[in-house]
T-cell receptor
Framework: GIQVEQSPPDLILQEGANSTLRCNFS?????LQWFHQNPWGQLINLFY???GTKQNGRLSATTVATERYSLLYISSSQTTDSGVYFC????????????FGTGTRLKVLA | NAGVTQTPKFQVLKTGQSMTLQCAQD?????MYWYRQDPGMGLRLIYY???????DKGEVPNGYNVSRLNKREFSLRLESAAPSQTSVYFC?????????????FGPGTRLLVL
């Protein structure tokens, strides 16, 4: 089945810094989503982005489907950005079957 | 709107006991999902239901059964709990549109099997 790898596994930033999180996947995908899991465990969808670029405030994401990777950019990080960031994909042959990466754990220090 | 709700929030079982985790959504979504999350790991799909009346296996279905009771409700049953099923269980729902798909998650159920 499709493999999803995220990097880096852990990241510590000072408030105000920028960061880039990466998601690599091993097969063609028809869906890709980025999620944030806050320190209390709640999962929030950030982007639906199987291809192209999207922006929402300080966050933006880019997926290059032909090269099988996606990037999540966080600018001017805040302590509320702390938590774990996951990407999840479904392959073209496995519609509705989402595979999650193991996540990037981000800690933003005040 | 409550979004996606799950009950119970926390449960302790003894090995061999059975239980049903309940999930309901009020967003009129067609698709619903059950995932498990083990410490330090991503979510793994147990079962999903693309629409009312259909269910299908995900990555880790062994030891679980599901019921899509109606469009709103999707339950997960453990017939004979095992310690390996200790985990946090998340239910999610989504709707596929031309603009894409967004999954909405419930708050999770923490299950401990002794």
């Amino acid at each position: 089945g499709i493999q999803v790898e995220q990097s880096p596994p852990d990241l510590i930033l000072q408030e105000g810094a920028n960061s880039t999180l990466r998601c690599n996947f091993s097969d063609s995908v028809n869906n890709l989503q980025w999620f944030h899991q806050n320190p209390w465990g709640q999962l929030i969808n950030l982007f639906y982005i199987p291809s192209g670029t999207k922006q929402n405030g300080r966050l933006s994401a880019t997926t290059v489907a032909t090269e099988r990777y996606s990037l999540l950019y966080i600018s001017s990080s805040q302590t509320t950005d702390s938590g774990v960031y996951f990407c999840a994909v479904s392959s073209t042959s496995g519609t509705y079957k989402y595979i999650f990466g193991t996540g990037t754990r981000l800690k933003v220090l005040a | 709107n409550a979004g996606v709700t799950q009950t119970p929030k926390f449960q302790v079982l003894k090995t061999g006991q059975s239980m049903t985790l309940q999930c309901a959504q009020d967003m009129n979504h067609n698709s619903m999902y059950w995932y498990r999350q083990d410490p330090g790991m991503g979510l793994r799909l147990i079962y999903y239901s693309a629409s009312e009346g259909t269910t299908d296996k995900g990555e880790v279905p062994n030891g679980y059964n599901v019921s899509r009771l109606n469009k709103r409700e999707f339950s997960l049953r453990l017939e004979s709990a095992a310690p390996s099923q200790t985990s946090v269980y998340f239910c999610a729902s989504s709707e596929r549109r031309l603009t894409g798909e967004t999954q909405y998650f419930g708050p999770g159920t923490r299950l401990l099997v002794l």
